[in-house]
């Protein structure tokens, strides 16, 4: 065997984590000693890391804090690097092997993730001096490529709120993500720069080199995003393309999580943060997609998954995610640290875990919703975090054959803010910064109550309703409080139902579900099949009016299925019949659909509204107690329900216009011209029907402020022309 053939074999040794069965591992890194407190002369431990072999350890956990070894909460992960091993050993043990892969076509992704001030940007970026894993990775790659006659091109962008940014041109221009609609990801107007030497790298990725340890890039802008390094493998001396590409290998730094309900200590503004975290926990939703092999992978949670979904996908892929704690108390690191050993974890035990959350937190949520409480603060009910794998894989087949509710696609975790009304985002908890300050709401170390404390957490936020469609539902103003339920049968789906869903079906079946019906307040069910439109054959896409005057369902649905033409009607009739459904909302004496049996508790039935004929993209019905229809509590109440009603169903057909109206059509809408018309034709070549929101719209490059004007001016003509 020659020396390449040594080195080559070296290399694909597979990392012990990274097997068939797993195609993410999660491992920690504690920050080193610098900043830690000496204790007696030696260093105060505040992270104890139990490693039962050592090095060679297939699995580690790591605890907190100096409670007593019976009580502590542990977490566990693949491995943990602690203080005193450096990136080098990061490097040679985790990145080295999947270097080869790559090679051979498989894409790898390195993401570094956890609370702020971490070092993340150390892990994967690094400095000329103490290069991090991308640097590391650049010199074997440049190596390696030279050996093989393969050609190398970075690109590096930015990931801001809802945008995306060329990092590597200097006017910084917005980047289009664009889905094909067969997992196959664009990103449009990110720019590929070849590299052939370490300081090509450097002088692109490091931005200058005279740049010192723990300076960011110096072009470098003051807000806090996420960042990602994607090199090219390219068979030609031409950029990667698909004929060219061999494949990715992708370096992602992600912002510092900072619990959202702390006042950020920079100035980041609320809705700034919780991006950052939803992204978070959209990454980790896939990671845990993904080591369970779930059918429904949550790519289309975030800008940044979107973009990764290609090199997470591939069945070869290899994904390496890196929870950094600090090496001195920080709440957000336990919460880090339980969402590592969290998405470590696979199938059963999730998916039972998972169920029983949802039903008591589901139960509370009805209880606490009825009394229109909306908790200030999460639970810390999920004591022994640590889970043996071997259980897992040992009970894994049994479990995807047997279990009728197999959580698919599921979301364990999401923004515990995500939830909270607007009064409750207002209610901020003293300043404090993320090191050091125990925080004075119960600890955070819950995933799935965070998760799962009101209704909205059963699906994703944004499609619960968007930060934009909260800010215009504030404009219309609605306080009513919804529940969210699963369409009742979706089983014949040729998609994965999705998320947690299914377990509410199967806990309804048996009986055993939370009884919404409980209580005598006004409670208001939104019924919403939350599947992608375009992956459901023959699937219906949307009834027109969320608030259905009379009983009359038969209208309803075929305002359904109108609505799968390939033409749209024409947009003054969609005008027009937005105008008429405002106006006849307005003047009716009834806002919602009454659904009366005298034998159902409360006068609530589901049996004729929610079972469907095909699921749809949004189907919004309310039902209201008997009572209150006839006897509404207050006018405001009265109005408040109706404008929701209205709010949703503007909202939804504006969408839809967007998704199918022609060029000349959409340049009819208020605030859409030539140029952002053309956007939308073109976003929609790449990605059928891609506005599932308003947010969505951010995606040709408008920000919040503009759809929300445009929003205004499109009701106000509505109104009073
Ligand atoms: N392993 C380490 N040992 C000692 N100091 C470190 C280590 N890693 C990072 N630091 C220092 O900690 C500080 C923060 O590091 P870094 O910018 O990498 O954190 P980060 O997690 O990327 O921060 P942010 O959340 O703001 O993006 C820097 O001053 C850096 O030099």
Request: with cysteine; net charge neutral.
């Amino acid at each position: 065997m020659d020396s390449s053939a040594k080195v080559e074999s070296k290399l694909r040794r597979v990392p012990k984590g990274f097997n068939e069965a797993r195609k993410v591992r999660v491992v920690a890194r504690i920050k080193s000693f610098a900043d830690q407190v000496l204790d007696g002369g030696s260093m105060a431990s505040w992270i104890s890391v139990n490693k039962p072999d050592g090095d060679a350890s297939d699995s580690v956990t790591i605890s907190f804090g100096g409670q007593p070894v019976s009580r502590k909460e542990t977490y566990e992960v693949d491995y943990c690097y602690e203080q005193n091993e450096d990136t080098e050993k990061i490097f040679a043990k985790e990145v080295k092997p999947l270097i080869c892969g790559v090679f051979d076509g498989h894409h790898a992704t390195v993401i570094a993730y956890g609370a702020r001030g971490t070092g993340k940007t150390s892990t994967i970026q690094g400095t000329i001096e103490k290069p991090g894993l991308a640097s590391l990775s650049m010199n074997e790659l440049l190596l390696m490529a030279k050996e093989k006659g393969k050609s190398i091109f970075i690109s590096y962008y930015e990931v801001y709120v809802d945008h995306v940014y060329d990092l590597l041109d200097p006017k910084r221009p917005t980047v289009l993500v664009l889905d094909n609609g067969h997992g196959k990801i664009q990103l449009k107007g990110l720019s590929q720069i070849p590299v052939k030497s370490l300081s090509d790298f450097y002088e692109l990725y490091l931005g200058s080199s005279s740049r010192k340890q723990g300076q960011k890039i110096a072009n470098e802008s003051p807000h806090r995003s996420h960042r990602g390094l994607i090199v090219h493998i390219s068979s030609t001396n031409e950029a990667a393309s698909d004929t060219h590409s061999v494949a990715k290998m992708n370096f992602v730094d992600m912002a510092g999580y900072e619990d959202a309900r702390r006042k950020s200590t920079d100035g980041t503004s609320l809705v700034e943060n919780s991006k950052i975290n939803k992204f978070t926990y959209a990454l980790l939703n896939v990671a845990s997609a993904l080591n369970s092999n779930d059918n429904h992978v949550p790519y289309r949670e975030s800008k940044l998954t979107r973009i990764l979904q290609e090199s997470m996908g591939g069945t070869q892929s290899k994904i390496l995610m890196i929870s950094c704690l600090n090496s001195s108390f920080c709440q957000d690191s336990i919460y880090m640290a339980n969402l590592a050993a969290r998405s470590c974890q696979v199938t059963k035990r999730v998916a039972s875990d998972t169920i029983r959350k949802m039903k008591s937190s589901t139960n509370s949520v009805v209880h606490s919703s009825l009394r229109n409480q909306i908790p200030k603060s999460v639970s810390a009910t999920a004591k022994k975090q640590t889970i043996s794998r071997s259980y897992f894989s040992e009970k894994k087949a049994s479990v995807s054959t047997t279990s009728s509710y197999t959580i698919k696609g599921r979301k364990l975790f999401e923004d515990a803010t995500s939830h909270l009304g607007k009064r409750d985002k207002e209610i901020q908890l003293p300043s404090a910064s993320s090191d050091c300050v125990p925080l004075k709401y119960e600890e955070a170390t819950s995933v799935v109550d965070q998760a799962n404390p009101l209704p909205c957490s059963l699906k994703p936020e944004e499609e619960c309703t968007s930060a934009l469609e909260k800010e215009f539902s504030a404009a219309g103003i609605s306080s009513a409080v919804e529940t969210t339920i699963a369409p009742k049968d979706v089983s014949n789906s040729n998609h994965d139902p999705g998320r947690i869903i299914d377990g509410m079906n199967a806990l309804s079946a048996t009986g055993d579900g939370p009884n919404i019906n409980e209580g005598n307040n006004r409670s208001m069910i939104n019924i919403v099949d939350e599947l992608p439109v375009e992956s459901t054959p023959g699937v219906t896409s949307s009834t027109s009016l969320s608030v259905v005057q009379s009983s009359d369902l038969d209208k309803e649905n075929n305002g359904c299925s109108t609505i799968n033409e390939d033409k749209s009607p024409p947009l003054s009739a969609q005008l027009q019949a937005l105008s008429n459904n405002w106006r006849s909302v307005c003047s009716s004496t009834r806002a919602c659909l009454r659904v009366s049996d005298n034998n159902a508790p409360n006068g609530l039935v589901f049996t004729d509204v929610t079972e469907p004929q095909t699921p749809t993209m949004e189907r919004s019905l309310c039902v209201y107690n008997e009572q209150d229809v006839v006897n509404p509590s207050t006018p405001w109440e009265t109005f408040s329900q109706r404008s929701t009603g209205v709010k949703k169903s503007l909202v939804e057909d504006y969408l839809r216009l967007l998704n199918t109206a022609s060029k000349e059509e959409l340049k009819k809408l208020k605030g859409i011209g030539e140029k952002r018309a053309t956007s939308i034709i073109e976003f929609r070549a790449e990605s059928p029907q891609p506005f599932r929101s308003l947010d969505d719209l951010m995606e040709i490059g408008l920000s919040a402020k503009q759809i929300k004007e445009m929003m205004k001016k499109e009701v106000a003509g509505l109104l009073f022309n």
